[in-house]
C-alpha cells in the first residue's frame, strides 16, 4: 500500500461515507454473472455503526484523511468472518485492499482468533485468486461449519448461486 494511505478502525465521522464506497466498489461486478442485488444492495448505516461501537470496522483512508476503503468483519466463537471488504475504483490496485485483510488478520490473531472466514466468487479476478494469494485456502462442503452452511444458504436465498461462490478460510499465526 502506499505510504501516505492508513488504515484504522473506523470512527463515526467516516460511516456516512462507507455506502458510497460500497457502491461504486460494487460497479466493479457490472458484466460479470451476478445478480442485480449485488449492484444495488447498501449495508444499512446502522450495521456500520453497530460494527464501528464493537471496533469490528476498519477504514483506508486518504492522504488527506477521506475513508477509500473498509472491511467489516464478525465473530463467530474462535473464528472472524470478513463480511465485506470493499475498496473504491478510484483507489484500487495500491495494495489497500491486501493491508486491510493484514490489518484485520492481525488485530484477529492479537485477540486471540484462530482463523479467519469469508465467502466470495470463486472465479472472479479480485474475489477468489486474490484471497487465495493472501494465505486464505478453500474450505470443502464437508468442513462447513453450521453457521457457514447458514451463510452460504442465505446468500443463495439473496440470489448469489453457491456454484460460483466459494467459502475460504485463513489459519491466524501461519503468514
Known amino acids: 500500500m502506499e505510504a501516505s494511505y492508513s488504515i484504522e478502525l473506523a470512527q463515526p465521522e467516516y460511516l456516512h461515507k462507507l455506502s458510497e464506497i460500497e457502491s461504486q466498489a460494487a460497479s466493479l461486478f457490472r458484466g460479470w454473472n451476478v445478480p442485480q442485488s449485488v449492484l444495488e444492495e447498501a449495508t444499512p448505516l446502522e450495521e456500520f455503526q453497530a460494527a464501528q461501537a464493537a471496533g469490528l470496522l476498519w477504514v483506508a483512508l486518504s492522504p488527506q484523511r477521506h475513508p477509500v476503503g473498509f472491511a467489516l468483519v464478525e465473530r463467530e466463537g474462535l473464528r472472524l468472518h470478513l463480511e465485506e471488504l470493499d475498496v473504491h475504483p478510484q483507489h484500487g490496485r495500491r495494495g489497500i485492499g491486501r493491508t486491510l485483510v493484514e490489518t484485520v488478520g492481525a488485530w484477529a490473531r492479537d485477540h486471540g482468533y484462530a482463523e479467519i472466514t469469508l465467502t466470495t466468487y470463486r472465479d472472479i479476478p479480485w474475489n477468489g485468486s486474490f484471497y487465495a494469494k493472501l494465505g486464505f485456502q478453500v474450505l470443502g ?35
Do not use: H
Not at 462442503?141 to 440470489?159: F, K, N, Q, S, W
Open 141 to 175: 462442503a464437508a468442513e462447513l461449519t453450521p453457521t457457514l452452511r447458514e451463510r452460504v444458504e442465505a446468500e443463495a436465498a439473496r440470489g448469489l448461486d453457491p456454484a460460483l461462490r466459494v467459502v475460504m478460510c485463513k489459519a491466524l499465526g501461519t503468514d
